[in-house]
Every structure is written in C-alpha cells, then in structure tokens.
C-alpha cells in the first residue's frame, strides 16, 4: 500500500491564527508519517506589526527586540510541539522575499512539502502568506499544502480530483493515492468538461481517459466515486463539486504553460488556492503520465 513518503515538512510563519492552523494540519501529517518539521519565519518590514505587537519600529533597539521576540516565538511552537507530539522540531529564520526565502529553504533543506496558512485575496494582503502563496505554490518543487482559516478540521476524509483534458492533469493521482492510504480517505474523481469542447473524438477520448483513471484505481483497492461534469469556469466548478461531497481537500496540479485544451494552468489554478475555502495541495508536473495510464 503506497503512503506520502514525507520526511521533510516545511511551514512558513507568520505568527498568525492562520499559520497556526497550517501548523496544525503539518503536526497531523507528521505524527502520520513520522516526518520532522522545519519553522520557517521570514522577516519582513511589516510582519511584525499585527502578530508580534510587544515590538515597536520607532524603538532605538528595533531589531534587538524584534530578533528576540521572534526567536521567542519560535522557541514557544517547538516547546508546545516537542511536549505534545514528541516530534522533532527545526527553526530558521531568514531575511528577504518571502516568496524567494520559501522556495529557496524548501530546496536547501530537500522539503518533502511545504504547508502554508494563507488569507486569500479577500484576506488582509499585506500578511505574508496573503499574497505570496500562490507565488509558492507555483515556483516550488515540492507538494504545497494550502489552507484559509476556515479549515478547522485536521485530516482528510474526502478527497476531490479534478481531471480535466490537459496532458499533465492525471499525473496528480499518484499523490491523491498517497493521501488516500495515508489518511484512509475516499477520493472523488471530478472529470471536467468545457461546454466549448463538442467534438465527438475529443469526448470519446475523455471518457476513455476517466475509464483508465477509474480502473487504476479500482486495481489498487482505493474508494473513489467518478463523476463527469460540463461546466464554463472549471475552477468554480471544482470548488462547488467539492462542497458538494463534503470534500475536505482538492488535489490540483501548478501548471504554469497555457494551451487550448488544459484548464487547469496558471490562471485556473491560481483561482482555485486563493478562492477556496477548502484545503488544496497542489503539485508540479513531472513526467506527464501516471505508471499504467498512457498518455495522449
């Protein structure tokens, strides 16, 4: 039975409420698969202000105080982590781009995934992992996990998978397997379908497609149910399919090339992170298959 082999778990902080809850969802994940944590925080200008109010920028000793208070921060989360989960925990704290800083430590550090809290466009922009985290998502080499405040469970029982007509798009049920196993979860395959595309060949090829999917997976013992669904924006129709199941995770891919078939790229998924109230992670395309599953 395939697991998430995570050995590695990067989540940047912030030190706000949703960072905290991205930190919960990594805890779960690595009692899970005995993976070690590694805290990131990036200092910026601006961070401070909301989620470290003892420091203040007119002080003459600004960055004595606000060093030590973020260390102390730190060091807060790995006593509550260490005492609680008996995890192993690491600290760093960088200066810079947090969007650069993320991807440059996931890489150093070989990061198996990255967990982030994010507020979405909505959320207040000027927090760090607000208007930075598709940016990760779609620069990072590893798995992103990103969550909004409204993910209060911890755990997945529901997983959707969107499979549109782009030539990646199925190489994504290789990890919602590896979730599936892990947290004994049922998936929720979600064939996609522009009302654009009425070719009679395209369709025959689309269902021959989903049938694939759908015996890989009954080959390897996962719960799944399959659905196919013609719609005109794809990423609302994910996010409105995944309400509907009681979903608490959409798996997508971070495709940034953009064709006249695939939907699921640069835009699309860009909507789908930041608009949805429901956790996504998201991975980069490799080799554009799944092991079984021939490409078109």
Request: net charge negative; charged share 20%.
């Amino acid at each position: 039975m395939l697991k998430l082999d995570v050995k590695r778990i990067l989540i940047p902080t912030d030190f706000s409420e949703t960072a905290d809850l991205a930190l919960e969802h990594a805890s779960h994940m690595a009692k899970l698969t005995g993976a070690e944590i590694i805290l990131l925080h990036v200092v910026t200008s601006y961070a401070f202000k909301a989620n470290l109010p003892e420091v203040n920028d007119d002080d003459e000793a600004f960055n004595t105080k606000l060093s030590g208070a973020v260390g102390a921060k730190l060091d807060e989360y790995v006593e509550s982590l260490s005492s609680n989960y008996g995890m192993k925990v690491i600290t760093k704290v960088t200066y810079g781009s947090v969007r650069d800083e993320v991807v440059r430590m996931a890489n150093d550090l070989d990061a198996d995934i990255i967990i982030i809290g994010t507020h979405g466009v909505s959320g207040i922009r000027e927090f760090f992992m607000g208007s930075n985290a598709f940016r990760i998502v779609s620069e990072a080499g590893c798995p992103v996990l990103s969550v909004q405040r409204s993910a209060q469970k911890i755990g997945f029982e529901n997983i959707v998978v969107p499979i549109d007509n782009s030539f990646h798009s199925r190489e994504k049920i290789g990890l919602a397997i590896r979730l599936a196993n892990t947290y004994n979860a049922q998936l929720h395959i979600c064939g996609l379908r522009s009302h654009d595309h009425d070719d009679a060949d395209l369709n025959a090829k689309f269902r021959m497609k989903m049938k694939q999917v759908e015996d890989y997976l009954t080959e390897r013992d996962i719960r799944f149910t399959a659905t196919t669904l013609f719609c005109s924006n794809i990423a609302t129709a994910t996010m409105e399919f995944a309400a509907e199941k009681g979903a608490d995770l959409i798996v997508i891919m971070n495709e940034q090339e953009t064709n006249t078939t695939g939907f699921f790229m640069g835009p699309y998924a860009q909507q789908v992170v930041n608009h949805s109230s429901i956790p996504v992670i998201s991975m980069r395309p490799t080799s554009g298959y799944i092991s079984g599953v021939t490409p078109y």
